[in-house]
């Protein structure tokens, strides 16, 4: 019997997995011979098992106090390991698998680069529930998302006129695990650098998507000076308004003949 070569699919379940799972990665889940999962939430875990009840948890990998970085190379060695005995693989991550989510990405580079057939599907992020539950679209004013501490840390170009989208602010400044987040230990160094180029009154949303059904999310807004004394979470993203809609070019939008009325809305 000719033993069959092994391969990797990486799947969401969506940050809701009752309702934001595809039909697509419902598919994969079933028809793979090992699968594992990364998923924060016990209904999410639930109903991974009940499609395929064998599946494997990596967050046992995760150690308190342990660089969020040793527990990742742990998991993609595990998953690599998988694929190398023949399997066909699955990893489920929550939310988008390619978002904000290393392991995932690194498993499909290493198992590409040893040969092995991998992909990744889509699925819903935290980001597109945000986009959804305060109604704001990211064409117009634009918009950055960045991981909150890599924001300070490589001072990253603000541009106040775009949305700012921060993610992990929960645990800013803190590249170990803690299942509780630190609770905003350093936030005071991110407020310190949001205050270069936003007024000590402008209003920013403390934003956490509903993973269960019939639940809301939580959509708190409070002025950025209180923000260091807000209550953050491990699933905590912050959303920062644009001050203003910038300057329009009007020499260019008179060459292109566009309408400065209609710009301005
Ligand atoms: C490691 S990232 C995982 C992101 C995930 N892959 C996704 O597609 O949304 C963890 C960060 O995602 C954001 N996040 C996760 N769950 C969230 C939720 N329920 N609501 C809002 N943001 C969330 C937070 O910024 C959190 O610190």
């Given amino acids: 019997m000719i033993k069959e070569k092994g391969s990797l699919v990486v799947v969401g379940t969506g940050i809701r997995t009752v309702g934001q ?3 697509d990665t419902i598919a994969r889940l079933k028809t793979s011979t090992k699968v594992f999962y990364l998923i924060a939430d016990i209904v999410g875990e639930q109903v991974i098992k009940q499609i395929h009840p064998a599946a494997e948890s990596l967050g046992r990998f995760y150690r308190l106090g342990r660089s969020r970085r040793e527990a ?3 998991m993609v060695e595990r998953i690599l390991g998988a694929v190398r005995e023949g399997h066909r693989a699955c990893c489920a991550a929550y ?3 390619g978002v904000f989510a ?3 990405h690194e498993a499909i580079r290493r198992a590409r680069a ?4 991998a992909t990744m599907l889509p699925a819903i992020s935290a980001e597109d529930c945000l986009f959804a539950d305060l109604n704001v679209d990211p064409a117009t004013p634009g918009c950055q998302s960045h991981e909150a501490t890599r924001f ?3 001072k ?9 989208i921060l993610w992990q602010v929960g645990m800013f400044g803190d590249a170990t695990y803690r299942p509780d987040g630190n609770r905003g230990q350093w936030i005071h160094v991110l407020v ?13 949303t403390l934003y956490e998507a509903a993973v269960f059904i019939n639940c809301t999310p939580r959509i708190e807004r409070i002025p950025l000076a209180h923000l260091a004394d807000a209550t953050f979470t491990p699933a905590t993203t912050l959303y920062v308004p644009p001050v203003g809609i910038g300057v329009l070019d009007e020499e260019t939008c008179a060459r292109l003949g566009i309408d400065l009325a209609a710009m301005a809305r």
């Avoid at 040893?114 to 057939?117: A, F, L, V």
């Avoid at 990253?156 to 700012?164: E, G, I, Q, R, Y």
């Avoid at 270069?196 to 209003?203: I, N």
């Fill in 192 to 204: 310190e650098r949001l205050l270069q180029h936003y007024p000590v009154d402008h209003e920013v």
């Fill in 152 to 154: 300070v840390l490589y």
């Fill in 156 to 164: 990253k170009p603000v541009d106040n006129t775009s949305a700012l």
């Fill in 72 to 74: 990742y190379d742990a």
């Fill in 21 to 23: 799972l595809t039909g």
């Fill in 95 to 97: 939310g988008h698998p």
């Fill in 114 to 117: 040893e040969g092995y057939e």
């Fill in 102 to 104: 290393f392991p995932t």
